[in-house]
Nanobody, 123 residues
Framework: QVRLTESGGGSMDSGGSLRLSCATS????????MGWFRQAPGKEREGVAT???????FYTDSVKGRFTISQDNSKRTLYLQMDSLKPEDTATYYC?????????????????WGQGTQVTVSS
């Protein structure tokens, strides 16, 4: 059974930092590329960052220079380091896995999803 479980969300003042984690199981981790997505109330889910097996990364413009995606293949775990947080970063954050669309930031390109973790940034 495929399982992706996010953790590390919480409430933070603007300018602060959080580190999200995504523990995975039930599939061949190294055969998939991973991504972080977020969804704010009333908005569509959007891609935040992706990483592939060669550790190539891609970020949406709004988080470049502030967020860092990484992974530990031995632990089958994905991370998102979020620095200089802004109120507009407030959302539920999801990790996801894709077999064929590495580097893609469209939710439809991803097969497996976690349940999400809430990040709230206050001004």
């Amino acid at each position: 059974q495929v399982r992706l479980t996010e953790s590390g969300g919480g409430s933070m003042d603007s300018g602060g930092s959080l580190r999200l984690s995504c523990a995975t199981s039930g599939y061949t981790y190294s055969s998939y590329c991973m991504g972080w997505f977020r969804q704010a109330p009333g908005k569509e889910r959007e891609g935040v960052a992706t990483i592939d097996s060669r550790r190539s990364t891609f970020y949406t413009d709004s988080v470049k220079g502030r967020f860092t995606i990484s992974q530990d293949n031995s632990k089958r775990t994905l991370y998102l380091q979020m620095d200089s947080l802004k109120p507009e970063d407030t959302a539920t954050y999801y990790c996801a896995a894709t077999r064929w669309y590495c580097g893609g930031l469209f939710p439809s390109q991803y097969s497996y999803w976690g349940q999400g973790t809430q990040v709230t940034v206050s001004s």
